[in-house]
């Protein structure tokens, strides 16, 4: 690593790369927000699948893909062969590296120039990589959230490559100059844009949008499985996994011998004749693929834990005459949790020949809060001589429980204290609005999670209609209201608020209030010039990043932020210019 002097926050960093030697097909890119030789992230790009080879190996041997990869690395050794392995696997390495991006698998090409785009404003860990050939897109990562490293200084990574150049390189400051309101769980009332008297919205038609950005995993399950033993001979269950379709392969029932000699394990944990499931290292599966069970999304608590037992034996490294390869044909096990916007986390990791017999595992998940994914990984050692087992799979009570599902299920977005007038929220992912509680239309499809999405409801007093939107089209419309709607002027509109229950785990950010039902697709993705949109009664921008009141650009009623309310965060949105 080459690494510069100064540090620095929101930045735009870009270089060029170009590999003159036609030798070798090893790594090369860049590194951002360096605070140490521990602590850093790392942009870099391989031109081919390969396998670590050196002395003092880890158990299994690192093995990196051809593509290009963005990592965080937080290391709690330093540098030496943990980091080393921490940066050259594809993947995550427990206590050194964590993957949060990567292309589909394609190298570079020798004696060609590519450039790098970088985007980090790490006050609201958005990060965003784009790699070009000229004038030709290469690779986009679109917007990725991480906060492990709050910014530090810039730098160029090489790792075993030779003849790499480095030309062009440039930063560039970036202000934050778009803001938005962040619910965060300690909110415990929401901004106010205004009376229904001040707003002009007692009596007539009226359409109401906002960006919203859910930071928590969609689909929260409310009857979670909290176990499995994997089932019977006629009666094979995953419990609360699933096979994960982002791998290469998938795990197996079994309930005697794995069909391989010298590993895996002869029965199930408690040698009952039920069935356990393991994965198949015997081709067509080869060294490094990995098969995975995933949970749906469930609510954790304090005192949410994970216990399960596994099995990795494998008899042929035992005879081996090198030292160093002692191990490593048996892969590796982990266990990984997603919790909101930020990557996967490894919380437990294990290598290597056990011994011939079952172990317990048990893993505090206390940690965590709100809606959380849990997943297994299995990854296929050096041969075949590499079955991995698990059984007998139990989460706690404190897993799931249907308490925090309810209480995690309803995002309210627009409301009253007193739960009258106006309401607009989502719930189980589907968005609701209505004029009164008693007449609520709702979304036939689902507002995206982990992703800014746009919502609009609309009031049309001449069609006596109520519709809902999202992301610009027109989703759901109900007949159930007619004639004119008179509320309660002294009724405040409030965001994030519905009576007591206030918006937790989302951003909010572009309000706007017309007194008509426009034609929501129109300039729903584009900024708005106010006094050249007719019939825009309120625009809120928020974009002060301060303060306790946002400007409302039309001129009708700045909102306010009382104090208790929802926090400044820099805000993520793009949006057309006007």
Known sequence: MAIGRDSFGYVEY???????????????????????????????????????????????QPIAHAGIQ????????????????GTWNTGNVVNESRLLWASEPFGWEYETSYRWTLIHNPEIGYIRVIWTQGSDLIADSGPVYDTTHFGGRLGVFVFSQEDVRFSRLSYRCLENTNYGLSYNG???????LGSYSDLGVRDGSFTLEAWIFINQCN???????????????????????FQSTEDDFDWTFISTSTPSRNTGPTSDHTGSGGYYIYIEASTPQARGDQAVLQTQCFPSSPSCSLTFWYHMYEVESQTTQNINTYN?????????????????????????NQGFQWHQAIID????????????????????ASDLAIDDVSFSEGCGMPSQCSALAEKPVIGTSSETGIYAGIIDQKLHFGIFATSLVVSAVDVP??????IAMQYDRDAGTQSVYVNGQLNQTSSAVFGDVLLDESLFLLVGQNGTSVLDGAWIDEIRLWDAAVDVGVAYNRYLIADQAPNLKGYWKFDEGFGDSSRDLSGTNDATLPGGGPNWIASSLELEAG
């Open 14 to 60: 870009s270089g060029t790369f170009f590999i003159g030697l036609n030798a070798d097909d090893d790594y090369a890119g860049f590194v951002f927000a360096y605070q140490s030789n521990r602590k850093f992230y790392v942009c870099i790009w391989k031109r081919g699948r390969q396998y670590f080879f050196g002395d003092s190996m880890s158990h299994p």
């Open 70 to 85: 963005l990592k965080v690395v937080d290391s709690s050794t330093g540098p030496g062969p943990h980091l080393r392995d």
């Open 186 to 192: 300690v909110a415990s009332t929401g901004a106010s």
């Open 219 to 241: 689909a929260l399950t409310c009857n979670f499985v909290r176990s499995t033993d994997f089932g019977f001979t006629f009666s094979p269950s995953l419990g609360p996994f």
């Open 328 to 352: 490593t044909f048996m892969g590796t096990l982990e266990v990984e949790v997603k919790q909101g916007i930020d990557g996967w986390q490894t919380v437990f990791y294990v290598e290597g």
């Open 365 to 384: 998940l206390g940690e965590f809060s709100g809606g959380i994914m849990v997943r297994v990984k299995g990854t296929v050692g050096f041969r075949f």
């Open 449 to 454: 999670y982990l992703t800014w999405s746009h």
